[in-house]
């Protein structure tokens, strides 16, 4: 089914908004960042009440976020408002009688738990810790709560390491010291604090002390920057909490090899329930009767994007094994159903990023839903509470049954935003790409469509380079604004992409250069002859990270493909990449080893070597914040072009990381973006 009927089919499910019709006005990034945002969505135990935030912008762009909660039982029921205080509540949790709501907030300057009893009257802080709360999660009887805290490991108590904090901020040397990597990660210079997990008892009584279960560990739990209380979870008896992180040691900068680690809620000795396996295991989740833990694992040392397994251990007798070895898929989630013992997950798979249910027993695996990208919320007797986003919907909450019937909108939060604008069309497509394979992409065409007129491209090249430009709503690089400002969009997944097998994603490494130029090069060809409207000859392309390494690699490798380039964050000279970056083990992997151990893979796809080449216009964006490509890999592109007498313009954001994360700087970001585009497309 194409994706426009198919978004009629789902309009009909309520799934697609049906203000669609009455839509005036193309979408910009001044609608992009006004956008209400949903987050923190948690089923009650008994499955019968839904309770979410929503983050909303007035006119003037300030925002604020409420907690609503929904009966399901009810079809007719709409969502009840429970806050309207100032500032953000997250991070939501229902109790095991499913009668109170704990969230965390920062209403007065410190992020603490508080407690909303359901049956009325306001939340009360129920934590007063002289530190902030960064996540939290209830045992499975709500008696206790795990808290997330970042600590100085040599301290003995919260107030220590709060006076170290305040004396770093107050020191007038400014100076950083450090004995080993790593010094810095993702945009934050370490300050030789870590994130530590803390149990407290839940007895009525405000909680004024915690206990360090992982104290004078020099480790962080959850890892950071990205991960959060995912990782984290209490045996189903309360006795233990169990966590995903590295083993302290001299080589966090170059190896991914996270463990389980068990250790009694009073602290004490913890246990590393992955020893053996050298790579990757996180997500640790018990069935509510106990019998089993689920896991994911990893296969390969120091590879960030090898396949997750799902593992399953017998909690009584100790046996494991891997649930569905020979599913080509790389899950994302887990979450047990009411039975304890099937599965349901979420994976990325062909542009999608899909729902399935996963035998434990026999391996089974069926596909629930597998349009649009979805992120599961809860699982009740009878139905899956999901997250769905599209290239058109920015994320609300539905339902549906374990036999994939019976789709149900729940949410429509940004309804009267929606209203106000029309998208692009969009449809997936495939072509035959490096070795005859298959390869798929999308289409947009610009919201201004008419047929019979020949429309300028936007060539989005999607980064990590593990990734996809699939079918999703971005807050960032959102393809809908380039159909916005009048251009047909083309997204390629090409060879190393995330969603289409192992063998397919392992296919980019060591070879940055090679099979995914390829893929590009015939992908617009494909395009191009298969929609006419798309006019080949006005082509600009864009990508960051990977994708704006590409971009470089285009001036030398593709020199006379587009009108046009847009580099933001894109790696230049791969020798002093290896030298600046963070992660150490993300190079060393996608080219075989150490600079040294390596060389000539790295010199073979290095963009400098090729610069003799370049002559294609290019605006490159960067910010100085930004650790994992850091700045000067876009400075020297420019220099080198500026030198050169190449027509090129640079944007620098002083305060932003690896993306464009403020929402002015995001409107600053596409009015250069897109007047570049438009200049050099010559855009009417």
Known sequence: MKKSALILAL???????????????????????KINKLHSATLSNDGNKLAYAVKKFDSEGEASSDLYIQDLTNPDSKAKQLTSAAGTEHNLAFSADDKTLYFLAGRDGSSQLYSLSLSGGEAIQISDLPLDIEGFKLSQDSKQVVLNMRVFPECKDLACSKDKFEAEAERKSTGREYKQLMVRHWDTWSDHSRSHLFVANLNGKKISTAVDVTAGLDTETPPKPFSGMEEVTFTPDGKYVVYSAKAPSKDQAWITNYDLWQVPVTGGKTVNLTEANKAWDSHPTYSADGRYLAYLAMTKPGFEADRYRIMLRDTVTGQEKEVAPLWDRSPSSLSFGKDNRTLYVTAQDVGQVSIFEVNTQFGDVKTVFNDGSNSIVGVNNDKIIFNHKSLVQPGDLHSISFDGQGLKRLTDVNKENLAKIKFGEFEQFSFKGWNNEEVHGYWIK??????????????????????SFGNSFSSRWNAQLWAGAGYGVVMIDFHGSTGYGQAFTDSISKDWGGKPLEDLQKGLAAVTKQQKWLD????????????????????????????????????FDMRSMYYVTEELWFPEYEFGGTYEDNKALYEKFNP??????????????????????????????????????????????????????NPDNLEQWYANVLGWMDRWTEKK
């Open 536 to 571: 080949g000859d006005r082509a600009c392309a864009l990508g960051g990270s990977y994708g704006g390494y590409m971009m470089n690699w285009f001036q030398g490798n593709w020199s006379d493909g587009f009108n046009c380039l847009v580099n933001h964050a894109g790696l």
């Open 446 to 467: 610009p919201t201004d469509y008419k047929a019979g007129k020949k429309y300028p491209i936007a060539f989005l090249v999607h980064g990590g380079p593990q990734g």
């Open 11 to 33: 309009a009909g499910a309520g799934v697609v908004s049906t203000v669609q019709a009455s839509k005036t006005e193309d979408f910009t990034v001044q609608h992009l960042v």
């Open 608 to 661: 400098v070597n090729y610069v003799e080449n370049w002559k294609t216009p290019m605006l490159v964006i960067h910010g100085e914040k930004d650790f994992r490509v850091p700045y000067g890999q876009g400075l020297a592109a420019f220099s080198f072009m500026q030198r050169k007498g190449i027509p090129s313009e640079l944007l620098i954001y002083p305060e932003e990381n690896h993306w464009i994360l």
